[in-house]
Nanobody, 126 residues
């Protein structure tokens, strides 16, 4: 059974930082692409960042480019999202997702991903 468990969310002030973690089990994590998505109240889930299986390629939404950094540690089966210079509009539930090596489609789109975590709340207060 595949499990993705996010942690690291919380309440932070504008300009602050948080580091989200996503611990994976039950899949060959080192061969899976990984992504982070978020969903704010009343809005659709949106792409935040993604990383390929090796970690050599990363992808970001324009809204977070230069502030967020995605990374992974395949030896620990864990992915990360470092979030700096946080803004109120970053407030959302953040989800990590994993795509098997045989999954197709754009890495920016949720349909690419086979497995999802339960989400972790990030609240940025002004």
């Amino acid at each position: 059974q595949v499990q993705l468990v996010e942690s690291g969310g919380g309440l932070v002030q504008v300009g602050g930082s948080l580091r989200l973690s996503c611990a994976a089990s039950g899949l060959t994590f080192s061969r899976a692409a990984m992504g982070w998505f978020r969903q704010a109240p009343g809005k659709e889930r949106e792409f935040v960042a993604a990383i390929n299986w090796s970690g050599f390629s990363t992808y970001y939404a324009d809204s977070v480019k230069g502030r967020f950094t995605i990374s992974r540690d395949n030896a620990r089966n864990t992915g990360y999202l470092q979030m700096n210079s946080l803004k109120p509009e970053d407030t959302a539930v953040y989800y990590c997702a994993a795509a098997r090596s045989d999954s197709t489609g754009s890495i920016y789109h949720s349909a690419r991903y086979n497995y999802w975590g339960q989400g972790t709340q990030v609240t940025v207060s002004s």
